[in-house]
């Protein structure tokens, strides 16, 4: 009886449980943001040559996996993509946009430092990744 409890316990909690995003990063403590019922979020950030913004967003998928959906950005710069075989190119109000990329990510790794101002949106709300971590620190994405 006890067992079935146990069990029956378990699977209720996790319904329970709303999705969110780790950020990890050697040294720092663990940081979680809530998603709630958000299947996408943005990664925000100023271009390092071109000191434009760029928006990264991606979907998550059933299986844990990240998926890069779209960039925007304000203009042309080294590593930011432009072929068309990548996706669809538009221009829209002073910003490239790629829209139907599928590349899939176990996690995202990216460094921070003030001068890229790294934030991660989630419905509209954001979180300044770059004032959370010293400059230089290797924070780790993963859902």
């Avoid at 329970?16 to 925000?44: C, H, M, N, V, W």
């Avoid at 509209?124 to 230089?136: A, E, R």
């Amino acid at each position: 009886m006890l067992t079935w409890f146990c069990v029956a316990l378990i699977l209720v909690s996790g319904c329970f449980r709303s999705d969110r995003l780790r950020l990890e990063s050697p040294g720092q403590p663990e940081r979680f943001i809530q998603l709630e019922k958000a299947r996408t979020f943005s990664l925000r950030y100023k271009h390092s040559v071109e000191q434009t913004p760029v928006v990264e967003t991606f979907q998550i998928l059933d299986n844990g996996k990240l998926m890069l959906i779209s960039t925007a950005y304000q203009s042309y710069g080294v590593g930011l993509p432009s072929l068309p075989e990548e996706g669809t190119l538009t221009v829209s109000d002073g910003w490239l946009i790629l829209k139907d990329l599928h590349r899939l990510y176990p996690d995202i790794r990216l460094r921070v430092g003030s001068e890229a101002a790294v934030s991660l949106e989630v419905d509209k709300k954001m979180y300044p990744i770059y004032q959370w971590y010293p400059p230089g620190s290797l924070v780790i994405i993963t859902k």
